[in-house]
């Protein structure tokens, strides 16, 4: 079990386009009884609502989406370089068909109940405040549809308040 400190989010210094474009982050929802998680590269934080934010997009088809659903929080994960596989496997695999922590060498822990893998070096825990379905009348690039979306699996933007930083 590692120790993380809260971080204050004024200190912190990150690059949203490649902490979450080219890095990658792990979505983690779900309870202590059952949880999952997966990989991400979409996404940013910001403000809104007066809160600090982060924001993901979550297509249909993903198992993580059910728990994404079911609860009110979620975490957004980040790792150093030597967990590329893990995030690998768990953007590749899906938890509908095996316990994707344990085949990913990682191992679940909690904060506030809210689920969040142990050997990240830096946590947002996050309380979802609005699940956005983008359906085909929202986009008005048409292109999108075409490149991202011929099977119709469609993203639902999940944006959440971070309620707290962790780092180690
Ligand atoms: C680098 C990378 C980035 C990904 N980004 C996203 C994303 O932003 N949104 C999404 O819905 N799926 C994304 N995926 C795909 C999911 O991680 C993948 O479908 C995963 O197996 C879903 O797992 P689940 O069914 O257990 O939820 C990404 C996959 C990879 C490898």
Redesign the pocket.
Known sequence: MHTFQPYPIELLEMNPFTKIGKE?ALVTAGSKTKC?T??????GVGVIWNKNVVY????DS???KEFMDQGDFFSLSFFDEKYRPAL?Y???????DED?FEKAGLTPAFRHSIPYPDEANLVLLCRKMAAVPMGEEVLLDKSIMSNFYKDNDM?TMYVGEIIETMAR
Request: proline fraction near 0%; include cysteine.
């Open positions: 990658w999952n997966m990989t991400v590269s979409w996404g993901i997009f979550v297509r993903r198992y993580t690998s768990c953007g590749a695999h899906s938890g509908r994707k993203h």
